[in-house]
């Protein structure tokens, strides 16, 4: 996998009150994928025309840069023999829209009789905050 660049960069910090905060930034560079073209075939004698789809060259495209921000707040009660932790944190904390994959592309013909291409992009999780209590025993 083609991926120039990559950096993860953690941090955490304890509270006197024993709660921890923790945070990630997270980027890479845009991923390579393999994107598909069209060619517009006329095949009928009354002027109506096919569409022929055909991969484009291994890698030949990138998707955007991937960017990420997560934080998490828990605090640990000790119990006898167990204890519980209790965590808020979010995913995705600036609501980055990081593109994942080409979902679907289609191909239509305008007035001119040439072909128009429109890709539609997936793309990787939106903002996720969560709860959670954990018991360890």
């Given amino acids: 996998m083609d991926q120039r660049h990559a950096v993860k960069l953690t941090s955490r910090y304890q509270f006197d009150n024993g709660w921890q905060i923790s945070g990630l930034v997270y980027f890479h560079s845009g991923w390579p994928m393999t994107g598909e073209s069209g060619r517009l075939v006329k095949n009928t004698p009354n002027g109506t025309y096919e569409i022929q789809r055909r991969l484009n060259e291994r890698n030949q ?22 204890e519980l932790t209790v965590f808020f944190e979010v995913s995705n904390l600036l ?19 040439k072909l128009l291409k429109k890709e539609e992009r997936g793309h990787w999780l939106p903002i996720i905050p969560s ?4 018991w360890a025993f």
Avoid: A, Q
């Avoid at 495209?61 to 167990?82: A, Q, T």
């Avoid at 609501?95 to 009789?113: A, H, L, P």
């Avoid at 709860?131 to 954990?134: A, D, H, L, R, Y």
């Fill in 61 to 82: 495209l990138k998707l955007g840069n991937y960017k990420r921000i997560d934080m998490r707040i828990h605090k640990i009660y000790p119990l006898s023999n167990s």
């Fill in 95 to 113: 609501n980055f829209d990081n593109e994942c994959c080409i979902d679907r592309t289609s191909y239509s013909v305008d007035g001119e009789g």
């Fill in 131 to 134: 709860f959670g209590v954990k």
